[in-house]
């Protein structure tokens, strides 16, 4: 089963991974032979390379961000199951062993019910001209916590700084509220000089820190301080979890390989995706009014 990082513009040639060897050099989306492709292109180009490899009946993967509107997002969406391919999208970590390992916490019930979520992705650059920090950062977070909500949000707030010839926002502060009383705070910035990517998931009864700058030994900690209900506070120390050292782009890239074996959706799936893109488009409709 031959796999292309696709350019669909320029012959290329491929490897058979079932049976290494080098096939004919011909446009890959009218080589029957290739029947899956990665994506990994400009974001701007996405929609029109991903439907022309499922209109040739290829399954896709398409890498962050799915694409730059709502309405391209459905189209391609769409199509993949009109056409019955896999489309998966590089929603990298939720193939992190130390998200997958908060998530299981979570439901184990250590921290309680879910009161806030947080997010931190803070870093200097790449600055991109086609696409703002909210597609190339914030996608990310959003991904995760819709993994954690199994629930659109209600409402989105958002403000944003500008400061470079981009198309959009350089930095930018994102409010969620979800049913059951749940908000989320984001805050994205390609600007800033030090790095920080850590998410926080605070309960009734302690709090999840993963932090990704960190060491595999120190990623994920839990801390069961808590709130009580006289607003005094039971603090508690800070203790690391175990958690499994792994490579989430290749447990992503395999879980595509196997989806396409199996026929089976992968976790991050057009719907996935697809609810992400809507999140994105509510916090850039609030951008637009606030910018009014």
Same mark, same amino acid.
């Given at each position: ?15 058979? *991974?079932?049976?290494?060897? #080098? %096939?004919?050099?011909?446009? /890959?989306?009218?080589?029957?032979? !290739?029947? $899956?492709?990665?994506? @990994? ?58 998200? *997958?390992?908060?998530?299981? #916490? %979570?439901?184990?019930?250590? /921290?309680?019910?879910?009161?806030? !979520?947080? $997010?931190?992705?803070? @870093? ?169």
């Amino acid at each position: 089963m031959p796999i292309l990082n696709a350019n669909p513009f320029i012959p290329l040639l491929s490897v058979n *991974l079932s049976a290494p060897r #080098v %096939i004919a050099s011909v446009p /890959i989306f009218l080589n029957e032979e !290739i029947t $899956a492709v990665v994506i @990994a292109t400009s974001a701007r180009t996405h929609k029109e390379i991903a439907i022309q490899a499922l209109k040739n009946n290829k399954d896709v993967f398409i890498e962050k961000p799915f694409s730059l509107s709502l309405s391209d997002a459905n189209l391609i969406s769409k199509l993949a199951i009109t056409k019955n391919k896999i489309l998966m999208v590089g929603h990298l970590l939720n193939y992190h062993n130390s998200f *997958l390992e908060l998530k299981k #916490v %979570i439901k184990e019930g250590k /921290i309680g019910s879910i009161k806030n !979520i947080r $997010a931190q992705r803070l @870093a200097l650059g790449s600055i991109r001209n086609y696409e703002s920090v909210l597609y190339d950062l914030t996608v990310h977070d959003i991904s995760m916590i819709l993994s954690i909500t199994q629930a659109l949000p209600l409402k989105a707030l958002a403000h944003s700084i500008h400061h470079n010839s981009n198309v959009g926002p350089d930095a930018v502060s994102v409010t969620l509220y979800f049913k059951d009383g749940i908000t989320a705070v984001l805050n994205s910035d390609w600007m800033c000089p030090y790095k920080e990517h850590r998410f926080s998931v605070i309960g009734s009864k302690g709090s999840l820190i993963f932090d990704d700058t960190k060491n595999w030994d120190s990623k994920l900690s839990l801390n069961q301080s808590s709130i009580n209900p006289d607003n005094t506070i039971d603090l508690k120390n800070t203790k690391n979890l175990t958690v499994k050292q792994n490579e989430p782009l290749k447990i992503e890239l395999e879980s595509f390989l196997s989806s396409i074996k199996s026929r089976k959706n992968p976790v991050t799936n057009h719907t996935e995706a697809l609810n992400v893109q809507i999140v994105m488009e509510m916090i850039q409709d609030n951008l637009k009014k606030n910018k009014a």
